[in-house]
Structures are given as C-alpha cells and as structure tokens.
C-alpha cells in the first residue's frame, strides 16, 4: 500500500513537496519529517529511498521541496 504513514517504503511521515520527472514519469516525495525523499514509479511502486536525519552527505533536516527532472533531483 502507498500514501499510509510510516517509515517504510510507501509509507511518509509528513510528505510536504513532490515532483514529478516529466521524461521518466517517476514521482518524487520529500518528506518534512522523514527527512528524506522516496522515488516512486507511475505504478506506484516504491523504487528508492535515500535521505536521514542529520547534516551529512545525503542527509536532510527538515526538507520541504524539490524539483526532478531526467532523473535527477535538486
């Protein structure tokens, strides 16, 4: 299932942005909470997810937007 709350793939802890790669179709959600940001594909189904809570390479603290476009994110 998607969209339920949680931590796991499929699962968000406040989602506040998403976007969504108009080459790929792919949807991208940043979570506020979750510190990090799940790839999703037009299915549905959840295909990556990378972020944390922190200051480090790859981490976040409280994200609330991005922007994706032929795969990549900023």
Do not use: C
Request: hydrophobic share 35%.
């Amino acid at each position: 299932m998607i969209g339920s709350f949680g931590s796991e793939p499929g699962q968000f802890d406040t989602p506040v942005g998403v976007s969504i790669d108009p080459i790929t179709g792919h949807l991208y959600v940043v979570e506020d909470l979750g510190n990090r940001i799940q790839k999703i594909t037009t299915t549905g189904v959840p295909i990556a997810v990378w972020g944390g809570s922190g200051t480090g390479d790859g981490q976040f603290q409280s994200p609330y937007d991005l922007a994706a476009s032929q795969g990549l994110v900023w």
